[in-house]
């Protein structure tokens, strides 16, 4: 095996490990770690997703704070 599918095998494995609510939070923080990245807009999220655009300002101003903080926000 190498050395790629060695890492995508752990990737694997830890998505398994760990709870729905928390693969949904890592979800939920990379649409919003796409926008602050320029990867994304606020658009792309509210068309692919079922978030609100109330709740995305709301993820996006707890994302804010939380780096401002230095602290995780999910």
Same mark, same amino acid.
């Given at each position: 095996m190498g050395n790629l599918?060695? =890492?995508?095998?752990? =990737?694997i494995e830890r998505l398994l490990?760990?709870?729905?609510?928390?693969v949904e939070n890592s979800r939920i923080k990379g649409l919003i770690d796409g926008i602050y990245n320029h990867e994304l807009t606020e658009e792309d999220v509210l068309q692919f997703t079922n978030i609100?655009?109330?709740q995305l300002q709301i993820l996006m101003i707890k994302r804010q704070v939380a780096?401002?903080?230095?602290?995780?926000w999910t």
């Open positions: 599918e060695l =890492k995508h095998a752990a =990737k490990q760990m709870s729905s609510s928390e609100t655009a109330e780096a401002a903080e230095s602290i995780s």
